[in-house]
């Protein structure tokens, strides 16, 4: 847990866009490129649960909450997963972590990045 750094969370009123980075300077460029990704969130109370996922072959789905506003992507030369989020509604308000999985076991998260959508 915790050997990622994601960026770009804040606050920002209904209706505005934030877009989260997560830089994976920690895992090699080859681990990399076959790696599936993911953006998860959490709010007190409640597991964490998916909201956007990217496989290595580029099959990207979302939770039926987000599709539509939120877009999942990565670009494998910085090594960076990123997830753009527009439309933000008040219950997208959470804590978001992204995740990289590399085969069956290993994986890494990040920290978390704290987003706030006022209404």
Known sequence: QGQLVESGGGLVQAGGSLRLSCPASRIIFSDFIISDLGWYRQTPGKQRELVAGLSSGGANNYADSVKGRFTIS???AKKTLYLQMNSLKPEDTAVYYCAVRIGNNR????RGTQVTVSS
């Open 74 to 76: 990565r670009d494998n």
């Open 107 to 110: 994986e890494y998260w990040g």
